[in-house]
């Protein structure tokens, strides 16, 4: 999925939902078995639940491969079924790669050619060949940028010579390095000032923001802080994973991650419309009325 193919399914959908496949076999539904197997039919059963609402899916690799080749079949089996079933929404491989040359050609043929992801997310610590691979025909790079964990203070907040902080640098690098319709930049929602600053650098890119749902996150000040200005709610993407996948531990979990996604979606299309029409109002309005 292109730049402006993703553009068209936000606005179509009113959603900017991506939903997080951190599929935990030790947190698998009643009816499942705890094996490895299972992770591929849960996965199945929440896209299907999830897809109206949805315009992006990103599994987490690590959660996989912490279960060998059974780990990797089922995220083989899970990017299969969307490439077939919902070629509308887009993929995101969370994979987090950091190296460089023929090292990050690999990865990039493994996850974005033979898998066929449509993204995945980048540590550009080790510089422009480390992001540079990724750059293939219509696929995403989705470099990390000011996250929102405990340790992200220990150097992407550390500030430089000219005073600025050090992710301010690498958004700068990083958006010589990549075309606009190839980049995303990872945000993290529970830091909505640093959402607010970071789209102040990067005007025109995408932004993917963990930390909605499970870790507090709100929508509202997401979409407030980090979307267009232009197009109100479009340039993010907000990730809930937890939440969702693990609304109801029981039979009903499909209907449970169901009713979490819509709450989400209903919440982003209220804030979509209602900014809308406060944008075309300011632009509809008599420069010369100030009463």
């Known amino acids: 999925m292109n730049y402006h193919d993703l553009v068209y399914v936000i606005e179509s959908r009113q959603s900017v939902l991506c939903v997080g496949l951190d599929s935990d076999v030790s947190k698998l539904p009643s009816g499942f078995a705890a094996k490895p197997a299972s992770l591929a039919d849960f996965n199945k059963a929440i896209i299907d639940a999830t ?57 990039a043929k493994g996850l974005l050619q033979e898998l066929g992801f449509d993204a995945i997310t980048v540590a550009p610590y080790m510089g422009r060949d480390s992001v540079e691979p990724f750059l293939l025909p219509d696929k995403w790079a989705v470099v990390l940028a000011l996250t929102s964990n405990g340790g ?11 005073g ?22 990872v945000v993290g929602a ?10 102040t650098l990067a005007e025109d890119t995408y932004f993917l923001v963990p930390g909605v749902g499970a870790q507090g996150g709100s929508v509202p000040e997401v979409l407030g802080a980090a979307g267009w200005k232009n197009r109100p709610g479009v340039g993010v993407l907000i990730n809930a994973s937890r ?19 819509s709450a989400l979606q209903t919440q982003m299309a209220h804030w979509m419309q209602t900014e809308r029409a406060w944008t075309d109002a300011e632009a509809s309005a008599d420069p010369l009325d100030v009463a």
Do not use: C
């Open 164 to 185: 600025r902080p050090l992710y301010a640098h690498v958004l700068e690098r990083v958006s010589q390095w990549i075309p606009t319709e190839q980049r995303m930049f």
């Open 190 to 199: 529970t830091r909505p000032e640093g959402l607010a600053h970071v789209r």
């Open 243 to 261: 939440s969702i996948q693990y609304a109801s531990n029981g039979p009903d979990f499909a209907a449970a991650a169901a009713r979490e996604a």
């Open 51 to 107: 897809a109206e609402y949805a315009v992006a899916y990103k599994p987490n690799l690590a959660f996989y491969e912490a279960y060998g080749l059974e780990g990797w079949k089922a995220l083989e089996e899970t990017i299969g079924y969307l490439r077939n079933q919902y070629p509308g929404h887009l993929t995101i491989a969370d994979a987090k790669r950091g190296d460089i040359g023929n090292t990050a050609s690999q990865y």
């Open 152 to 162: 992200a203070d220990d150097f992407q907040q550390q500030r430089m010579a000219d």
